[in-house]
């Protein structure tokens, strides 16, 4: 079958590899759609956790088209996506339902194989059925489980407001699920136009570029505020705009390298909140019901869909300067 294969960072081929048959407790499944997150663009760099070589790609949805023995939970023909966390369930982390810091984490297309092929093998326990989702809302479960675990850790009250720096895919999705979770007012800070429009479209009340004053719905700053970008200057700069008392939530994915500079005095003296969100736990199957109920708009978030052939030149900087979310159609 056709993959893309990382064979060391910044070394991406697209090649034939061998079609393997799932093993016990493995589903295989025919993909559909798999998503281009901003994760691989980390691991084609080289920094983010990852194993080498790999064939990338973890926002993904196809159809079953082999089990192995002992699996029940899913068919052959079933349309499906898949929950890219590997976790061993029995250590520390998994048993008080933490399974994103489990002590043996791996993850489909990060660690092991995922979804930049035309197939992919997965453990039945991360397989779910999407019923008539469609294949591309159904590859944006798995950023809409992350922000989801995010809004979770934030646990914004009912009434508050929110302030989300950044209007990629991955903040028009906090957006909306911030505005589903008790959130009443948010505000976004977006230096492309286009993004700044969708954005208001979505649901943001105030919208503006970086520099801009968005702090006329709440005078005394924001209840919660979310760096969807991964740029540490923003994240650095976020604390003014939180409200005493408030959260400040890093969500994007900064360098592992950088540092910021920030007040211990202003933390305490605010009474600041510094909440961190990394990757999902158990709300994959919620993300799928948010779906399935279209609460949340992701249609407009999808704004190319490439052949795999496609991947290396948009890795390499061909990515069209206004796209947000790319899929990739194996």
């Known amino acids: 079958m056709k993959a ?13 590899i061998p ?14 759609r798999c998503g281009l997150c901003g994760t691989d663009v980390h691991i084609h ?8 070589p790999l064939v990338g790609g973890h926002e993904l949805s196809g159809e079953v088209d082999a089990v192995g023995e002992g699996v029940s939970s899913v068919r052959v023909g079933d349309r ?4 890219p966390v590997i976790s061993c369930g029995r250590c520390h982390f998994c048993r008080i339902g933490r399974r994103n810091h ?13 979804g930049f092929a035309e197939a992919c093998i997965a453990p039945c326990a991360v397989v779910y059925p999407i019923g008539d989702i469609p294949f591309a809302a159904a590859a944006m479960a798995e950023p809409l489980a992350c922000v989801l675990h995010g809004v979770r850790r934030a646990n914004p009250a009912a009434g508050s407001t929110a302030l989300v720096f950044g209007a990629g895919p991955i ?15 948010a505000a976004c800070i977006e230096p492309d136009a286009a993004r700044r429009a969708l954005a ?3 649901g943001a009340a105030v919208v503006g570029e970086p520099g801009d004053d968005v702090s006329s719905p ?18 650095e700069g976020m604390l003014p705009y939180a409200k005493s008392g408030g959260t400040v939530m890093f969500f994007g994915v900064c360098p592992p390298d950088a540092r910021i500079s920030l007040s211990p005095f202003e933390v305490y003296k605010r009474d600041l909140t510094i909440v961190g969100s990394f990757s999902l736990a158990t709300e994959f199957s919620a993300a799928l019901d948010m779906l399935r109920a279209g609460v949340v708009s992701v249609d407009p978030l999808v704004s190319l869909v490439a052949p795999l052939d496609d991947l290396p030149a948009l890795l390499e900087g061909g990515l069209p300067p206004s796209a947000l979310k790319v899929q990739i159609e194996p």
Do not use: K, N
């Open 4 to 16: 893309a294969v990382w064979r060391a960072p910044g070394d991406i081929e697209v090649r034939d």
């Open 19 to 32: 079609d393997r048959q799932p093993g016990p407790g493995e589903v295989r499944i025919r993909v559909r």
């Open 45 to 52: 760099h080289g920094d983010f956790i990852a194993s080498y």
């Open 80 to 83: 499906v996506a898949a929950d």
């Open 102 to 114: 489990c002590e043996s984490f791996g993850a489909l297309g990060v660690t092991v194989d995922g």
């Open 171 to 185: 903040g028009l999705l906090m957006l909306q699920a911030l505005l589903r979770s008790g959130v009443v007012t």
């Open 200 to 202: 208001a479209e979505l």
């Open 218 to 235: 709440p005078p005394h700053g924001f209840d919660l505020v979310v760096d969807a970008t991964g740029v540490p200057s923003v994240v």
